[in-house]
């Protein structure tokens, strides 16, 4: 049984753990505004330059003539699966959850007999993969150094998978994120990026549209564009949902640690009741004994 001393060392050691997540839900919450309205601005610009890249696919004629960012290499034989995760834990299973989609994706592609690579994003999606797949992490971005990650993070990252398509590294590259929804939802999220899925029936070849110059020549500006885009959409879809997700995670924390120290005070003033009952006892069993 523990003593009265344990019990109030106890009882400290938890209210000052409950400052900390008081303190981390706080910062976490005014981080949140932010971040998410960052996020909700990128998602129209992103989504619109998606549809417009599908729509000069759709019309491209002779698949060969095209960019390799949209013809692709003509195989689907090695994948690269672009993980971003945070650097820091304390936000529930937020890390954990991308990891886990980005894992089944490459078990499923391995018993298909395809080729798996990994390029990783934050410490956490490294640490996350690492036992794993450890030989198959073929380069890693290291965030923990940038304080606001930007459009600049967004073109190294898009710079690095595109200089190991042309290098003949992979055949299809998949990114992996997590969409932020609300404060109490992140839903792990994976889009393929390299080459351009063009959606089964999509109907925007048949917009009587005139470009000049032609498809081909507009889709070389864009194609590049739209990777360094899509991966940037993706860091601050992460950005809000790292916030959101520990700002929940700390607020249970910190009921979790009330709760915790109301069933010790308790506990702690049960202790001392008896303790000071025993020494009533002992007291008066002596003073009868004389």
């Given amino acids: 049984m523990a003593t009265l001393k344990d019990l109030k ?6 209210k000052s753990t409950q400052k900390i997540t008081k303190a981390k839900q706080m910062v976490a919450a005014a981080k949140l505004r932010r971040a ?4 909700e601005a990128a998602r129209p610009y992103a989504e619109r ?22 013809a692709g290499t003509g195989r689907s034989q090695t994948h690269l699966l ?17 990891v886990k989609a980005a894992r089944q994706h490459a078990e499923a592609l391995t018993a298909e007999g395809r080729a798996v690579k990994f390029l990783v994003v934050g410490r956490k999606a490294r640490s996350g993969l690492v036992r794993q797949f450890g030989k ?6 290291d965030t923990s150094v940038v ?16 200089a190991l398509y042309d290098d003949g590294q992979f055949d299809v590259a998949t990114l992996f994120y997590s969409k932020f929804r609300t404060a109490l939802v992140q839903t792990p999220t994976s889009q393929q990026i390299i080459p351009v899925a063009i ?19 507009i889709l070389a500006e864009l194609l590049p564009r739209n990777v360094t885009v899509q991966i940037f959409k993706g860091l601050l879809e992460n950005v809000a949902g790292e916030q959101g ?33 025993k020494e009533l006892i002992e007291i008066i069993s002596g003073a009868e004994a004389l």
Avoid: W
Wanted: glycine letters at 8%; hydrophobic letters at 45%; a negative charge.
């Fill in 147 to 162: 304080r606001n990650l930007g459009f600049h993070q967004a073109e190294e990252i898009a710079g690095r998978i595109m």
């Fill in 199 to 217: 959606p089964e029936g999509f109907a925007g070849g048949s917009a009587v549209v005139e470009y000049e110059p032609d498809e081909e020549t």
């Fill in 9 to 14: 060392l106890r009882i400290a050691s938890v």
């Fill in 245 to 277: 997700a520990s700002m929940t995670a700390m607020d249970n924390a910190t009921r979790n640690a009330g709760d915790l120290i109301k069933r010790l005070t308790i506990e702690y003033n049960r202790s001392r009741q008896a303790a000071i009952t």
């Fill in 49 to 70: 330059l998606e549809a417009v890249v599908a729509s000069l696919g759709s019309r491209v004629g002779d698949i060969h003539t095209a960019p390799r960012l949209l």
């Fill in 136 to 141: 198959q992490i073929i380069d890693y971005y």
């Fill in 36 to 39: 998410q309205a960052a996020a």
């Fill in 82 to 98: 672009v993980v971003m995760a945070a650097d820091r834990g304390l936000c529930g299973a937020f890390n954990a959850n991308i």
